[in-house]
Nanobody, 124 residues
Framework: VQLQASGGGLVQAGDSLRLSCAAS????????VGWFRQAPGKEREFVAA????????KYADSLKGRFAISRDNRKNTVNLQMSSLNPDDTAVYYC??????????????????WGQGTQVTVSS
């Protein structure tokens, strides 16, 4: 499956932003989808992930309550709603997909399809 992440941009601290990950080539059926981010000079880190049936969502502990992942199977997209953004959220955000996971993975090596990333910049 090919992935396209979008929705990034420049926002101010306290703002909200919604990222979208769209699939092409095939649907997201039976795929877990995760979001990761990578800030300059830092390693890529897990943000959130959802299983195919949306029955199982996982979040980085530090982001619980501010970020919410959801999927729209009709539109074949997975969205990441981010609120109360702060400069520490500045990063390139990537979506990734893994086929057949029962529980969505929290590590990048668990995913085999990646989008190109979308830049999120939060100014103070």
């Amino acid at each position: 499956v090919q992935l396209q992440a979008s929705g990034g941009g420049l926002v101010q601290a306290g703002d909200s932003l919604r990222l979208s990950c769209a699939a092409s080539g095939r649907t997201f059926d039976h795929y877990s989808v995760g979001w990761f981010r990578q800030a300059p000079g830092k390693e890529r880190e897990f943000v959130a992930a959802t299983s195919w049936g949306s029955f199982n969502a996982k979040y980085a502990d530090s982001l619980k309550g501010r970020f919410a992942i959801s999927r729209d199977n009709r539109k074949n997209t997975v969205n990441l709603q981010m609120s109360s953004l702060n400069p520490d959220d500045t990063a390139v955000y990537y979506c990734a997909a893994a086929f057949g996971q029962v529980s969505p993975g929290m590590h990048s090596y668990e995913y085999d399809s990646w989008g190109q990333g979308t830049q999120v910049t939060v100014s103070s």
